[in-house]
């Protein structure tokens, strides 16, 4: 199946790029209320899922152990921007299991945010792996090991307890079946399964509403939920669309962005959780996309997606960026 363009963008009068994708949005009950493109085929969900990783740290009584809060149970589901204050905490989370940063098995690169990169420039420091915007995934990870008595060594590997329970989580989650034909390995190192966006659009509803999991389950995701919506500058940082969505729509919406097109959420009221991808893997398609979806439903959102006016580094107007009519007639069960 050939997805449907979704986005495009037009310089002068013709259209100049097109983004295909695939969207689902899908009750608890597995039910699809709107669709476009191929929901069935797998797609690697990326950072997307962090917020369902993070089950298995408060599940295990990790979380509880070592004193995690809201901050830590945030950055546990972030991808964050590696800002001073983001990287202090994973530290103190790391600290807390009787760790440092040199335990992290996610790799070293500038923080996301311009400003903190800039910071470390003029002060000849160089990034560390705390400032990995998975870095609190990891740290999350590092904790349920020491909590387990399992070796930190090679907590990132498929095969390694912490990924084995997690992958768990997710096919329950899901209902997607996880066998080593579907595991891919992300940019920070760890395990990431390619799963249909008709799954995952489930598992977010579940997520955000404890339907079809066990009350134990319920509570954890609850607690994530929460973390998420009471610390939002955290889930992100300053000026990405997860820390500006969930800061205007606490308790309504949950949003998880993922790398190469990749975006999830939820809307815990309505029962709903939704997923898309975008096929090129443009991130600025994948905002658009997900800003029409929730906008469908809270329209007080419509104006935190990328620009939808197109400037040259003079700051003239040579373009649009649009989401397509087919989009549309798509998402009109959510209106």
Not at 104 to 112: I, K, R, S
Not at 162 to 190: F, K, N, P, W, Y
Not at 270 to 299: M, Q, T
Request: a neutral charge; aromatic letters at 4%; proline letters at 5%.
């Amino acid at each position: 199946m050939r997805n449907p363009v979704l986005v495009d963008l037009t310089r002068g009068a013709l259209v100049e790029s097109r983004h295909a994708g695939a969207v689902a949005v899908v009750r608890a009950s597995g039910e699809v209320v709107a669709s476009i493109g191929d929901i069935a085929a797998p797609i690697y969900p990326r950072s997307a899922i962090k917020p369902l990783q993070a089950i298995v740290c408060v599940e295990t009584g990790a979380a509880d152990r070592f004193g995690f809060g809201p901050q830590e149970i945030v950055l546990a589901s972030a991808s964050h921007s590696g800002l001073p204050g983001q990287a202090d905490l994973v530290r103190s989370m790391l600290e807390r299991a009787g760790l440092s940063a040199h335990a992290l098995g996610c790799g070293v690169h500038d923080p996301l945010d311009a400003a903190a990169t800039r910071e470390l420039v003029r002060a000849r420091v160089e990034p560390s792996a705390l400032n990995h915007n998975c870095s609190g995934k990891h740290a999350a990870m590092l904790a349920t090991a020491v909590h387990m008595g399992e070796p930190t060594e090679g907590y990132w590997r498929p095969n390694h307890l912490v990924q084995v329970r997690i992958a768990h989580v997710l096919a329950e989650m899901t209902g997607a079946a996880l066998g080593a034909d579907v595991c891919g390995i992300d940019g920070c190192s760890v395990p990431n399964w390619a799963i249909p966006l008709s799954g995952l659009a489930q598992a977010f509803a579940r997520f955000a509403t404890g339907q079809g999991v066990s009350a134990d389950r319920a509570a954890a995701c609850r607690r994530i939920a929460d973390a998420c919506w009471a610390h939002p500058d955290l889930i992100a940082g300053p000026g990405r669309l997860d820390t500006k969505v969930m800061t205007r729509l606490p308790n309504l919406v949950l949003t998880k962005g993922g790398a190469e097109g990749a975006y999830c959420g939820a809307f815990p009221e309505l029962g709903l959780g939704f997923a898309l991808k975008i096929d090129d893997g443009a991130k600025r398609a994948a905002e658009a996309v997900a800003i029409a979806v929730i906008s469908k439903i809270h329209p007080a959102v419509a104006d935190l997606g990328p620009a939808t006016v197109l400037s040259n580094w003079r700051g003239m107007d040579v373009g649009r960026m649009r989401t397509t009519t087919t989009l549309a007639d798509a998402l009109r069960n959510l209106e």
